[in-house]
């Protein structure tokens, strides 16, 4: 099957197309149904009738974006008319949606004349918080932006001119920091001169090149004075033509330090590549073939060619869903008046400084042939890169603030806290615990030093100030994996080989020595990671401890135990997993510790859980689960739960509501609780699930996290001493992290050994 036809396949699939509305308030009842419209939505209409202002307050305006065509330039495609380009513009909804939370009713317009367009657009500002003008043919496309940008008080932009612009001039900032080359120096030919050319130029200006370093090519030439003169240039691109001899593009880009191709394929060369300045870059745009193929340009030459094309099979894609989304997100959220110039810049140079910073796994998973790290071939960031959102996104609606466009501001923090929660709730609730552990760094022990991936998270806890990292390993080696990763960071590191520790080999033989172990052997233990972190918590040298990325996880497990151990009073340890869902998190135990416990260890697994919670801002309303439901099944399985919360229900100690045994759907749905089982100890879903046996929490959180959706973080190692959590195998950086805060927060808790 050809891509086109399993595009139309994809695009058949019923329902048809790619987008649908969806209501965000519940429409259950007769009750609900007379609040979202007739009587009751005559109470927002007033508000509104008397301060259109409350729009944004009452209705989705503040996120909802109009994109607009008449389909006169589809990139590739040509004018194709507006009802041909509407799959065009769905999957421009799709990638606001996707990328930015950000709702879009695609409107496409049978008009030709600029006049009834921008008429027809003026007319449907009530409806938007913003405008993106896409796929219209220039000149008339500047005529439309210009005049609606003039009348309307809400963003208008269009991205076919300032969306590639921004991408490549985060690239070129990049990429002349990596040429060791001043961007006010930079001598700059563009191939192409029509609205992204000319868009481009203009942002290029900004960021600091010099106009009159710029040059400008067409079908028909260099633009030069004389051309002007001669009426054979536009208004837009006259700006551009320089006083200097007639020529083509292989004139232009002799000696040129930049390329910018906005044309069509194949119109450059090898020898047009050699003729230019040292260490040129070389941004070949055209789509879907670059003015010059990735391979001949990077071969022309023997010193770097930096080089970013449109597609996706190569380094430095300059991608405009890299910005679109992310400024808008930014200028709705402090309700700007416009897309300004501070404000393009600001998105430009958040996303330069983002491609210098450490990807995170799930990226490099994504684009696994490719070098993601910053240099010559990484000076943009990765499409799937979600923390775009979180860079980008601030920088414009800051700059939106400081320019004056703003008409509401916002702190930094707490915006980000709010973007993270539209990305999913694990981000929403790992927040409430990474600012915890900033407040208090704890010293964390990483057993597996020379682990490229425990590297990189340690760099991110001493950046991010989450915890106070130590590795464990031999100092070069992980020096040089640190080196080779970039990450300009000087870690604590300890070497459990560089020296006898005598006190650290006789802590583990008082420990172990009636359990089998001679000295002799400690002296051994002691070089292993597993066990040395494990004494170095144990003595308090290190605060917490974090290791199994490397090994499985009972092996991972077995060293904590036998030098950590669990708390005062604690007979069983416990592996919690929190799942997230889009507006829901239930903490489920145990999923990787007791095979088959009895009913008072599934009392104790249950307060651990419950503890997990709590370090959440969670308060924990848990359920036994099992088959049946309180007591319609009896026999010895359904019993050990039903004992477990008896016995928890009659603890003076235990402060939170507890009941069971009962099946999971019980536990879940309010009405059945509230409706069925009346009596039920829980008036409210629970939160904190214990399963029967570690089979039953294995299988339910797996079976959750692929076919429920959930975001898994964990599991999280309760019951325990010290502060002691052990990875999967399969963790990314990002878990690691996480993990390493729960610990931080665990060992800031002055009463973490009293259970």
Do not use: W
Request: glycine residues 8%.
């Amino acid at each position: 099957m050809s891509l086109e036809d399993e595009s139309l396949e994809y695009h058949e699939r019923r329902p048809p197309g790619k987008t649908e509305t969806r209501t965000t308030k519940p429409t259950n009842t007769q009750r609900e149904l007379s609040l979202a419209y007739s009587p009751g939505v005559a109470g927002p209409c007033r508000a509104i009738a008397d301060d259109t202002d409350a729009a944004y307050r009452y209705t989705g305006k503040g996120n909802l974006v109009g994109v607009v065509s008449n389909g006169s330039a589809v990139l590739g495609l040509g004018d194709i008319g507006p009802q041909a380009s509407k799959p065009v513009m769905e999957g421009k909804g799709v990638l606001f949606k996707r990328f930015a939370d950000i709702d879009v009713f695609d409107i496409e317009l049978d008009h030709d004349d600029p006049d009834a367009f921008v008429e027809s657009v003026a007319g449907m500002e009530p409806t938007f918080g913003g405008i993106n003008l896409e796929d219209i043919a220039a000149p008339a496309c500047f005529t439309i932006e210009e005049r609606l940008r003039e009348r309307l008080s809400i963003p208008v932009f269009h991205d076919d001119q300032h969306g590639t612009a921004i991408i490549s001039g985060a690239a070129l900032v990049n990429a002349a920091d990596i040429a060791d080359k001043d961007l006010e120096s930079l001598k700059v030919t563009f191939a192409g001169a029509g609205a992204a050319a000319v868009a481009t130029a203009r942002f290029y200006v900004s960021l600091g090149v010099r106009p009159a370093n710029i040059t400008m090519v067409d079908i028909d030439g260099i633009l030069t004075t004389e051309r002007a003169k001669a009426g054979e240039l536009n208004p837009y691109n006259r700006e551009f033509a320089r006083d200097i001899p007639e020529g083509d593009l292989a004139d232009a880009m002799v000696d040129a330090d930049v390329f910018v191709g906005l044309s069509v394929g194949g119109i450059v060369d090898e020898e047009m590549i050699r003729s230019m300045a040292g260490d040129p870059i070389v941004f070949a745009m055209a789509n879907p073939d670059p003015e010059i193929g990735y391979e001949r340009a990077k071969a022309a030459r023997e010193d770097t060619v930096i080089m970013a094309t449109g597609r996706s099979d190569y380094p430095n894609q300059v991608n405009n869903v890299l910005g679109f989304p992310f400024i808008f997100r930014g200028a709705l959220d402090v309700r700007a008046t416009e897309i300004n110039e501070q404000m393009k810049v600001a998105a430009a140079r958040a996303l330069a400084d983002l491609a210098r910073k450490d990807v995170p796994d799930a990226v490099r998973e994504a684009y696994g042939d490719q070098p993601l790290q910053f240099g010559p071939e990484y000076i943009i960031p990765k499409p799937m890169d979600p923390r775009v959102l979180f860079e980008v996104a601030p920088a414009v609606a800051r700059a939106a603030i400081d320019s004056g466009a703003a008409r509401t501001t916002l702190e930094r923090e707490p915006y980000v806290e709010r973007l993270e929660a539209r990305l999913g709730k694990s981000r929403e609730m790992m927040r409430v615990v990474l600012n915890k552990a900033k407040s208090d760094p704890k010293r964390v022990a990483l057993a597996e030093g020379h682990n490229e991936k425990i590297v990189r998270a340690a760099h991110q806890l001493e950046e991010r100030n989450v915890a106070e990292p130590v590795l464990i390993g031999n100092g070069e080696r992980i020096e040089r994996i640190a080196d080779d990763l970039g990450l300009a960071f000087d870690p604590d590191v300890v070497d459990p080989t560089a020296e006898p520790y005598e006190e650290y080999v006789d802590a583990l033989y008082e420990r172990r020595k009636r359990k089998g172990i001679t000295r002799t052997e400690a002296e051994e233990f002691i070089r292993d990671g597993n066990y040395f972190a494990s004494v170095m918590v144990e003595r308090g040298d290190a605060d917490a401890m974090l290791t199994g990325l490397t090994h499985h996880y009972p092996s991972a497990l077995r060293p904590v135990l036998q030098v950590i151990g669990t708390a005062d009073g604690v007979d069983h340890a416990a592996g919690v997993y929190m799942l997230t869902f889009k507006n829901r998190v239930v903490f489920l135990a145990d999923a990787t510790v007791n095979q088959d416990p009895g009913a008072e260890t599934l009392a104790e697994v249950a307060r651990h859980a419950a503890d997990i919670a709590r370090r959440f801002d969670v308060d924990p309303r848990v359920a036994l689960l099992s088959y049946s439901d309180f007591g319609s099944v009896d026999n010895e399985g359904t019993r050990k739960p039903r004992r477990a919360a008896e016995r928890l229900r009659t603890d003076p100690d235990i402060d939170f509501p507890v009941d069971g045994e009962m099946q999971a759907d019980t536990a879940v749905l309010e009405e059945t609780l509230q409706g069925t089982y009346e009596f039920a100890a829980l008036d409210e879903p629970a939160n904190v699930l214990v399963l029967p046996n570690l089979e039953a929490g294995n299988i339910a959180y797996k079976l959750l996290q692929r076919l429920g959706g959930a975001e898994a973080v964990g599991p999280m190692l309760a019951g325990m001493a010290k502060p002691v959590h052990v990875l999967q195998r399969d963790d990314e950086v990002k878990d690691i992290v996480n993990l390493a805060a729960v610990a931080t927060v665990e060992s800031q808790q002055s009463d973490y050994s009293s259970h």
